[in-house]
């Protein structure tokens, strides 16, 4: 389906887009911090595989699913808080050193990107990824000249799935609920644009924990970003 097609047959003004495995397959990079960060542990590596079915709710929830090894995960006893804290800073120095290295973006993106900036259409990433990694990602994959706007993880006090960074992205580009489209790849950025109320496509190469977003509930869903034009 052509965006056109979500507004009338008129392109959006607004587009929102998720960035980790939406825009670029960053999972690499992830599981090497991750894996650096359990190794200093004592921990085995989680491996690239499991990595990729544990990210899409920013990277506290990233470093509590590797520590549990499992998507499904309880929120810590007390007593846990000190290795929680201990391996989040030594995940954020890894992926520091490790953000954008094997990165890539995924193909059909850049023109789509390119395409949408032609017509005009104003557009941001919105991500769960916190603040400080977006920009250097974004510079690294040479994406950054199509955003105005930049949501991370900890811009507001919220994250998605809640509609709220959604909402500011919107705002601040100028769009309407009638006008902006959520491009995303897992249930997170669905359950979002449906609770912003805002049209919504799910990208299927994309991460969703492990499962298809065929089921939920996106006004379309596609193969490749290309599919759009």
């Known amino acids: 389906m052509s965006l056109k097609g979500l507004f009338n047959a008129r392109w959006p003004g607004c587009a929102l887009f998720d960035l980790d495995g939406t825009l670029v397959d960053s999972a690499p990079d992830l599981a090497a911090a991750v894996d650096q960060m359990l190794a200093h542990l004592g921990r085995s590596p989680a491996g690239l595989a499991n990595v990729r079915n544990w990210v899409g ?9 590797a520590l549990a090894r499992q998507v499904d995960w309880e929120p810590p006893a007390a007593k846990d808080d000190a290795l929680y804290n201990d391996a989040m800073a030594i995940f954020y120095h890894a992926y520091r050193q490790l953000n954008g290295q094997q990165a890539a ?11 949408l900036k032609t017509l005009g259409c104003r557009m941001a990433v919105v991500t769960n990824k916190p603040d400080q990694f977006v920009a250097p990602l ?17 811009t507001l006090a919220v994250k998605k799935p809640d509609p709220a960074p959604l909402v500011h992205a919107m705002e601040q580009l100028g769009g309407t609920r009638g006008t ?9 950025d669905v359950s979002a644009a449906r609770a912003a109320g805002i049209p919504c496509v799910a990208v ?3 991460y969703n ?6 089921s939920l509930g996106a006004d379309a869903v596609v193969d490749s970003l290309t599919e759009l034009l």
Not at 57 to 65: D, F, K, Q, T, Y
Not at 209 to 214: A, K, R
């Open 138 to 154: 974004l510079q690294q994959t040479g994406l950054e000249q199509y955003f105005e706007v930049i949501v991370g993880g900890d």
């Open 105 to 115: 973006v995924f193909d059909g993106v850049t023109d789509c990107l390119a395409h």
């Open 180 to 188: 902006t489209v959520m491009v995303g790849d897992s249930v997170a």
């Open 57 to 65: 709710n920013g990277s506290g929830v990233l470093v509590r699913r």
């Open 209 to 214: 924990f492990g499962s298809s977003v065929d």
């Open 204 to 206: 299927r190469y994309g």
